[in-house]
């Protein structure tokens, strides 16, 4: 499972989160797009270091879920086998995402960059409509009448106020 994760990483976050971001700098760069680092004397260099803290120890929190519980990766060719029904996935259902698109909030606050807020918002919006397309209906198929009663009770993309909490012994753990 360590190469399918590193390679998920690498593949997936790492495209979406670190190589389109610096390309988009790199691309920008003499144009009046250009990015311009936040300065530690700016307020919003620190709003992007506390979205970035929350990103990430978000994504860290539901890969290691995915790793432990789901015993899978988040790449979809080593998919978790059991469904991942704590932490965070009992806010919403598609934290690692969220964690994702706060690391790219993060960015375009710290490079000052609209274009990497441009890039956001294409992210969110291709995710908002591969989800229920693809995602959703494959891990309908993969988890049937556990998945679909987490689908009734969790939101996808607004975190719920109270942590849901499943009942019954046939219900995701």
């Not at 909030?105 to 969110?124: H, K």
Request: charged share 15%; hydrophobic share 50%.
């Amino acid at each position: 499972m360590g190469w399918s994760l590193a390679r998920g990483i690498i593949l997936l976050p790492g495209m979406a989160l670190g190589f389109i971001p610096f390309a988009i700098i790199w691309l920008t760069r003499n144009t009046k797009f250009a990015a311009s680092l936040a300065s530690s004397h700016q307020v919003i260099f620190w709003i992007a270091i506390f979205v970035a803290g929350i990103a990430f120890v978000l994504i860290i929190r539901t890969v290691s879920l995915f790793l432990e519980i789901g015993k899978g990766t988040p790449a979809p060719w080593d998919p978790p086998k059991k469904i991942v029904v704590l932490g965070p996935y009992r806010y919403m259902r598609n934290p690692m995402i969220t964690g994702a698109l706060l690391v790219l909030l993060a960015e375009s606050l710290f490079f000052q960059s609209w274009p990497i807020v441009a890039w956001t918002l294409l992210f969110f919006v291709g995710n908002m409509i591969y989800f229920p397309l693809v995602e959703e209906k494959g891990l309908q198929r993969r988890f049937g009448e556990d998945y679909a009663v987490y689908c009734k009770n969790v939101p996808r993309w607004i975190p719920r106020l109270k942590s849901w909490q499943p009942e019954g012994k046939n219900q995701p753990q």
